[in-house]
């Protein structure tokens, strides 16, 4: 990524569990080992992370573990920047490759480059509308009830 494109910046925005404090560490050494300092900033758990998505080109979705729902992916697309998750888990339900963001396969690096730089040089005008179809307050709520009126029936 730093190759194909010098000026980018990613931020790791989060706070560290206790005990995930080593691999936390682990992360920071193989940043500074590959000198991206200058690319890479641990900012941290972060009260504005509405500021930071409307900042942002991109949001990468990276985790190891699939995770039922990738609130962090509607937030950003709800703020109208594109995802770049992880293929597995939630993410699937809510990043449509080519549509609202692309998919990477865990652990594909080179992907994950190429989804990056593909996101960032293109346009995605109905992220927001996406979201807001498909994962909004009173939409995932009918959804519910109707699981419970079909469990009823």
């Known amino acids: 990524m730093r190759q194909r494109r010098p000026e980018v910046l990613g931020l790791i925005v989060g706070g560290v569990h206790p005990d995930r404090q080593r691999y ?5 050494k193989q940043v500074a080992t590959l000198s991206l300092q200058d690319h890479i900033a641990f900012v941290g758990s972060q009260q504005h992370v509405a500021e ?25 697309m709800a ?10 888990g939630g993410m699937l339900d809510i990043v449509l490759e080519d549509e609202t963001g692309y998919l990477f396969v865990p ?26 179809r498909h994962f909004s307050l009173d939409q995932m ?10 469990l009823v029936r």
């Open 52 to 76: 930071i998505y409307e900042l942002s080109q991109v949001v990468v979705s990276s985790s190891k573990k699939a995770e039922s729902f990738g609130r962090s992916a509607a937030e950003a």
């Open 24 to 28: 936390f560490e682990s992360l920071q």
């Open 107 to 132: 652990g594909n690096g080179v992907q994950l480059a190429d989804k990056i730089i593909a996101a960032t040089d293109r346009s995605w005008p109905n992220l927001r509308d996406h979201v807001a």
């Open 79 to 88: 703020m109208g920047v594109p995802v770049v998750g992880t293929k597995h």
């Open 141 to 150: 709520v009918e959804k519910t009830l109707s699981v419970y009126r079909e």
